[in-house]
Each structure stands twice: as C-alpha cells, then as structure tokens.
T-cell receptor, first 114, second 116 residues
Framework: GAVVSQHPSRVICKSGTSVKIECRSLDFQATTMFWYRQFPKKSLMLMATSNEGSKATYEQGVEKDKFLINHASLTLSTLTVTSAHPEDSSFYIC??????????FGEGSRLTVL | AQKVTQAQTEISVVEKEDVTLDCVYETRDTTYYLFWYKQPPSGELVFLIRRNSFDEQNEISGRYSWNFQKSTSSFNFTITASQVVDSAVYFCALSGILDSSYKLIFGSGTRLLVRP
C-alpha cells in the first residue's frame, strides 16, 4: 500500500521553542493531507486540512498561529508547533489522501514539551 | 453533524475467542465512507477497511469480518479466533465528501486485549 512517513517520531523540547514535524507521501502525490492530534488514551481529533499550494483549513478551536501548516509540495506537509508549552505535548499524526478516498497515516510524532 | 460512537471502551478476551467491536454512526450525508483502523502499542494507524455507503455487503478478510447495516447505522467488526497480536486499539471512523477531500471523524476507540 501507499506509504506515508513522519519525522521525527519522537521529539522533546523546552517550553517556548518551536518544533517542526514533517509528513511525506513516499510513493504517491498527495494534494490533501490531514493533521490529527491524539491525547493519551483518547481518540484522534482533526486539527487541520492541508492543501498543496494554498492555506490550510483549521478546525474550530485550533489556533492557526500556534500550529502552522505548510504544504509546499505534493509530497510534503509540515506542522510547526510554535512557542510550545507543556499542554502541547501530544501525539501528532498526519494522513494523506490516496486515490480519492483512501487515507494512509504516518507513524505519528510524539511531542513532549518540558 | 457527524458522529461515531464506540460504546465499548475496553474488551478483554482469551485467545481463540471471537470478539465483536461495535460502531454506530450518525451523518446526514447520503454518500459517506466508513473505516476501521488498528492502532497497536507502537502508535501507528493501520488501515483495515473502507466501505462506502452504497455497499452494504458484508466483507470477510481472513479472520476479520465487517457487518454494515444502514438501517441501524452500524458498522461492526468481528475478529474470529482472536490472537494475542490482535491486541490494540481499534478505531471506527466516518467521512463524508467535502470539496473532494475526506475528513475523518473518529470514534473514541475500543481497546482490545487478547490474553494468552
């Protein structure tokens, strides 16, 4: 099946710093990627829809200035958590749309903010 | 509004037992997709199945089977002869078709523990 890769898989940072997470579709082009957040033992919550060449669409309650999304190419979307705080610690997962409706997910990135 | 309910928070079975994970959904869309994903302890999401709203045929894939019933808005997942490797969190998800993109709404997940 299609492969989506996320990097880094784990990141620990100090409060106040910014962290960038990459999501790549390795063997297909993805005009649309999605970013999800998962709290421990909770479900996945959609944060935003990332469209290649245009601004991301954020879900209600998600701070777009806090979570910057850039979809610069058909194979790469990035999520930058700006001025991270401990409450931003979470598991972030991206997905890419493949063949009109199939979604494949990255491995996830666990962010810990100290 | 779209909603997915997985009422079973956690299920524990002994290996070789059959187990059914329930999923009930709500949507006003006439065309939609239903999904099941597996999330093992390592964290990645593994795609199991996608079913569109016009296809109510049940599906079997090895030890896995799915029962889609529009009349009750349910899309249940059964694992036959469960194995320890089936232990994971299973998510049911729903998507409509908005602007040709597919946003998934996830259920809260069911944690399955298969004991040897």
């Amino acid at each position: 099946g299609a492969v989506v890769s996320q990097h880094p898989s784990r990141v620990i940072c100090k409060s106040g710093t910014s962290v960038k997470i990459e999501c790549r579709s390795l063997d297909f082009q993805a005009t649309t990627m999605f970013w999800y957040r998962q709290f421990p033992k909770k479900s996945l919550m959609l944060m935003a829809t990332s469209n290649e060449g245009s601004k991301a669409t954020y879900e209600q309650g998600v701070e777009k200035d806090k979570f910057l999304i850039n979809h610069a190419s058909l194979t790469l979307s990035t999520l930058t958590v700006t001025s991270a705080h401990p409450e931003d610690s979470s598991f972030y997962i991206c997905s890419a749309e493949f063949r009109g409706g199939e979604l494949f997910f990255g491995e996830g990135s666990r962010l810990t903010v100290l | 509004a779209q909603k997915v309910t997985q009422a079973q928070t956690e299920i524990s079975v002994v290996e070789k037992e059959d187990v059914t994970l329930d999923c009930v959904y709500e949507t006003r869309d006439t065309t939609y997709y239903l999904f099941w994903y597996k999330q093992p302890p390592s964290g990645e999401l593994v795609f199991l199945i996608r079913r569109n709203s016009f296809d109510e045929q049940n599906e079997i894939s090895g030890r896995y089977s799915w029962n889609f019933q529009k009349s009750t808005s349910s899309f249940n997942f059964t694992i036959t002869a469960s194995q320890v490797v089936d232990s994971a969190v299973y998510f049911c998800a729903l998507s409509g078709i908005l602007d040709s993109s597919y946003k998934l709404i996830f259920g809260s997940g069911t944690r399955l523990l298969v004991r040897p």
